[in-house]
């Protein structure tokens, strides 16, 4: 297959409509056990079939989440015969455009559209964890994932959609920072437009800060472009980051708003001070995520490019230690200075 030379990312076409017509029901289920990835095209086939129908209902849902999860795991775990080869799983996709279809199909429908994207999501994030060949330079893989992410952005933000999108983009870091020239097909330099973009790190700000899995995955691929922007100092990545990104913003501010959301005053025993984080974490819930968050501004300011380094100390200067820290320390009451003072000694251990 032809290798892309276009950022499909900066392709914001989407197809709209609906249409109204009776629902089909397909054959009788295919066996999901024991497949092999010559039993790619019987498992799509179920799917088509589902689709032929003019809108989306259970059934369709449901043989679209059955057997996309078994095609993720067939075409993720083959091998190709020679270096540079392709699956026969992996090819009979590419040629049946079969992740396209299906999104397409998915944007005609009025209802189910939150649950049929996750579906598609899972697919994609269960295919990048496991494969063994190179996918994202196809464009029947590249592009209807682009559209995906995109068309999240305008779709009821449910919890669990959420999570499916941070899921996929984070992968989509691992696999850029193992294979640097990825980075090609996400990121647009400032000399072809007059603003850089780079859709898979944008997508990952907002949940910065965001405890459980979800703030931790975005960390992690925040983190994972930050040391490649100083591994890369030719991408202009580190321009793009403090320049046309809101990440050094978010990232302070956070910071501050975190740090404000904590207890003005809590119950201190003396022991507590040497305690472990765990232990404190009982008596303030809160500061967990303000530590995580600490935490990963530090890990940042470790492996920024120096631009990265700069705008983020001067933010947290200017706007956490100055505005918000510094003021708190200061407090006449006693009781409020001591919690402040109990802070940020345990933000220190």
Sequence with gaps: MDKTHLNPFDNDDDDGGSEEGGVSRG?????LMLSTPLDVPRHWKAISYALETSQMDRFVLDTMREHFAVIARLVGDEKPESIGGMGAGLEYLLNENAVERAYLFITRQKAYGTEARIVLLKFFSELFARTLQPVLIHEQILRPLNRLLR??????????????????????????QQTNSLLDLFFTDSKVQQQSKFFVFTQ???HMHSGGDVGKMARDGLLLCVSLAAQLSASNLGAFI???????????????????????????VVDEWQSPLPV????????RRFIQSLEFCNS?????????????????KEGFLAQVLGPALLQVETECEMTCSFYLCVSMC
Excluded at 242 to 255: E, I, K, M, R
Excluded at 280 to 287: A, C, K, M, N
Aim: glycine share 2%.
């Design 27 to 31: 054959p009788a289920p295919i066996s």
């Design 151 to 176: 068309s999240c952005e305008g779709v009821d933000n449910s919890r669990e959609l959420c999570d499916a999108v941070v899921c996929v983009v984070h992968r989509l870091c691992m696999m850029v």
């Design 204 to 206: 990952l700000v907002p």
């Design 242 to 268: 403090t320049s046309d990104s809101n990440f050094c913003q978010v990232l302070a501010t956070g910071l501050s708003a975190l740090y404000s959301d904590l207890p003005t005053s809590v119950e201190i």
């Design 280 to 287: 404190i974490e009982t008596s303030v819930p809160q500061l």
């Design 300 to 316: 940042v300011l470790q492996v920024a490019p120096k631009i990265v380094r700069s705008s983020v100390l001067t933010l947290v």
